[in-house]
């Protein structure tokens, strides 16, 4: 098993930054993969942005150019530096870990999710 603690969300103006990490525990020598997903209401969950044990990065359209994912592999942790924020970024944040680097099928696990909210 796979524990995932996230922190950093909040609330912040349009144009501001934002730092979310993730921290896994428990089972991590399994983790092949680590990303971000994120929920607005009414809307299904969306992979934001996602990186493998080997350092590939994966972006939705919606944030390349905007946020950034690094990990330290090592210590199984994840971070998700977000600049630029839009409304359209409200949503829960949930942090994913997988057994297989493409994140999909059995074998993941999630977080608890952190509320990000963009608003003046």
């Known amino acids: 098993q796979v524990q995932l603690v996230e922190s950093g969300g909040g609330l912040v103006q349009p144009g501001g930054s934002l730092r979310l990490s993730c921290a896994a525990s428990g089972n991590i020598f399994s983790i092949a993969a680590m990303g971000w997903y994120r929920q607005a209401p009414g809307k299904q969950r969306e992979l934001v942005a996602a990186?493998?044990?080997?350092?590939?990065?994966n972006y939705a359209d919606s944030v390349k150019g905007r946020f950034i994912i690094s990990g330290d592999n090592a210590k199984k942790t994840v971070y998700l530096q977000m600049n630029s924020l839009k409304p359209e970024d409200t949503a829960v944040y949930y942090c994913?870990?997988?057994?297989?680097?493409?994140?999909?099928?059995?074998?993941?696990?999630w977080g608890q999710g952190t509320q990000v909210t963009v608003s003046s």
């Open positions: 990186i493998t044990s080997g350092g590939s990065t």
């Open positions: 994913k870990a997988h057994r297989m680097a493409t994140m999909v099928g059995p074998g993941g696990y």
